[in-house]
């Protein structure tokens, strides 16, 4: 069965510190994996990667991809209290998403 | 903010009742995916509709079920309602029918509360 697993499930940090976000998966005919950023209500799009080993970066945020290892990781420095929120990982596959359960990250000043 | 709306934006029912939950896509999208995301939790798959077919489904029962119009905007409907599905109902739209993936933009949300 497919299965996405991120970790923590939560997390509490000051502003300033840097945080690592965790995204592991197994999931048959993988195409891309993503990140989202869910604040209230809608997810938003951070990052779609498909390739091993080639950083994408936004700012503050970067993630990264290995294929072999199965996982994928968002860094985020420099933390402000207005990057808490929930932070999901999904996979692709057929044009579906399958979701982790999510990571809530909590900045506080 | 993606240009797709969901209603309503909250909505209360009790258990055996059936609701019915709309979205409409953004303009220049033909294909919509439905998500029930409960608390805590990360969304779950329901199904997808392309150009007014159901084009994949997720491990939801029958009485989950949708539609989407000639404009493509799309109703899933639940009968028998359950407390379970007290949850986040999230709807995303995208441009389907070309190759690789195509970013899905994600709707407000019918936040379901079952009694």
């Known amino acids: 069965e497919d299965k996405v697993v991120q970790s923590p499930l939560s997390l509490v940090v000051h502003e300033g510190d840097t945080v690592t976000l965790n995204c592991s998966y197994e999931?048959?005919?993988?195409?891309?994996l993503l990140w989202y950023k869910q604040e209230k209500k809608a997810p938003t799009f951070l990052f779609m990667l498909?390739?091993?080993?080639i950083e994408k970066k936004s700012g503050r945020l970067s993630s990264i991809l290995d294929k072999k290892e199965l996982f994928s990781i968002l860094n985020i420095t420099a933390t402000q209290t207005g990057d808490s929120a929930v932070y999901l990982c999904a996979v692709e596959r057929g044009g579906k998403l399958i979701f982790g359960q999510g990571t809530e990250l909590s900045v506080k000043p | 903010e993606t240009g797709v709306t969901q209603s309503p934006t909250h909505l209360i029912k009790t258990r055996g009742q059936q609701v019915t939950l709309r979205c409409s896509s953004q303009?220049?999208?033909?294909?919509v995916s439905w998500y029930q995301q409960a608390l805590g939790q990360g969304p779950q798959f329901i199904f997808q509709y392309y150009r007014e077919e159901e084009n994949g489904r997720g491990n939801f029962p029958p009485r989950f079920s949708g539609l989407q119009f000639p404009n493509y905007s799309s109703e899933l409907n639940v009968n028998a309602l359950e407390l379970d599905d007290s949850a986040l109902y999230l709807c995303a739209s995208s441009l389907g029918g070309t190759s690789g993936y195509n970013e899905q933009f994600f709707g407000p949300g019918t936040r379901l509360t079952v009694l």
């Open positions: 303009s220049g999208h033909n294909t």
């Open positions: 999931v048959t005919n993988f195409r891309s």
């Open positions: 498909t390739s091993s080993g």
